[in-house]
């Protein structure tokens, strides 16, 4: 890809004033165009032979750089709701600075692999029609998704408050968080609370945080040595009204741990009538037989605690 430059300005699409035609009205042309999936608001980078993973909401933002499939630009938001996503309290920087250091080791390994990437629908033709830009995102209060709190101790997600964060692959902006190895031989568990990647399927609560749930319990699958059992996922409304809780559980065991482990996956998931996807999401990961140590009780409180703040 040629130097950075910024996006000429190109003929509107009559079904969206002053926006950007499709590439089939346009010749094909690179450039920032409607999300074909009708992501309210948002543009996808077309490269001149397919939709790439690249969003942005300003249509003349310069194009991507080559490295075009591994960071976004800031996704999804307006800059209303890009000050609203300021994390209050204590999230990334010295979350990032700290697991840095951290020896990784037992469970805290899993936690901090990536969970399983979920393949995208099929984007079809480029669309012609483009939606207006109407999403509102009021609602986001600068203390957190949904107004929540992030989990507290003994998650590391103190420090200064910071900017929302893209969280690949399925976090498109957010906070997230994971407890210290101090302990990795017996549990742990992470979150990850934000908008959702619009490369993730769902539709409604149910469908997105089944796919989320999924795509986190597969990372565990992925790192077990054996699968022990899994149980069917349990879906009920969740404490926000209008959300949807997904619960995956299973039996483990990991290479190198001694015992058998008890994963879990809770989603809480939301979709708004604008499309704004929202999760909360942690995983926990705990020996079978310390399910009532005082330790692992002090992880299930702050993420209950997170949770029930989200109403």
Same mark, same amino acid.
């Given at each position: 890809m040629s130097t950075p430059y910024r996006q000429p300005a190109r003929a509107a699409d009559p079904t969206g004033p002053g926006t950007p035609a499709s590439p089939a009205r346009d010749g094909?042309?690179?450039?920032w165009y409607h999300d074909p999936r009708g992501l309210t608001g948002t543009y996808r980078w077309w490269d001149g032979a397919e939709w790439t993973d690249w969003l942005t909401t300003e249509p003349e933002s310069p194009p991507?750089? &080559? !490295?075009?499939r591994t960071v976004r630009p800031d996704p999804l938001l307006g800059p209303r709701a890009r000050r609203a996503l300021i994390v209050g309290g204590a999230v990334l920087a010295a979350l990032v600075i700290g697991l840095a250091v951290l020896t990784v080791r037992g469970v805290q390994a899993v936690l901090n692999q990536p969970p399983a990437?979920?393949? &995208? !629908?099929?984007l079809g033709v480029p669309r012609i029609d483009a939606p207006e830009v109407v999403a509102d995102y009021s609602e986001i209060s600068i203390h957190g998704i949904w107004g929540a709190s992030l989990p507290s101790f003994p998650f590391n997600s103190e420090g200064d408050s910071t900017k929302a964060r893209p969280i690949p692959p399925l976090i498109a902006s957010g906070a997230s968080g994971i407890t210290s190895s101090d302990s990795a031989d017996k549990y742990g568990g992470s979150f990850q609370v934000g908008l959702v990647d619009p490369s993730v399927p769902g539709d409604d609560g149910e469908e997105l945080g089944r796919a989320v749930a999924a795509a986190?319990?597969?990372?565990?699958v992925d790192a077990a040595e054996r699968v022990v059992s899994t149980a069917e996922p349990v879906v009920r409304p969740g404490q926000r009204?209008?959300?949807?809780?997904v619960e995956q559980r299973a039996v483990m065991r990991f290479a190198g741990i001694e015992g058998e482990f008890e994963t879990a996956q809770i989603v809480q998931a939301e979709v708004w009538p604008d499309g704004t996807r929202i999760v909360w999401t942690a995983t926990t990961i705990v020996r079978t037989d310390l399910t009532e140590d005082p330790g692992f009780l002090e992880i299930r409180t702050a993420l209950d605690e997170s949770l029930a703040s989200t109403r």
């Open positions: 094909g042309n690179v450039g991507p750089g &080559p !490295a075009r990437a979920v393949a &995208p !629908a099929d986190r319990h597969q990372r565990t009204a209008g959300s949807t809780l």
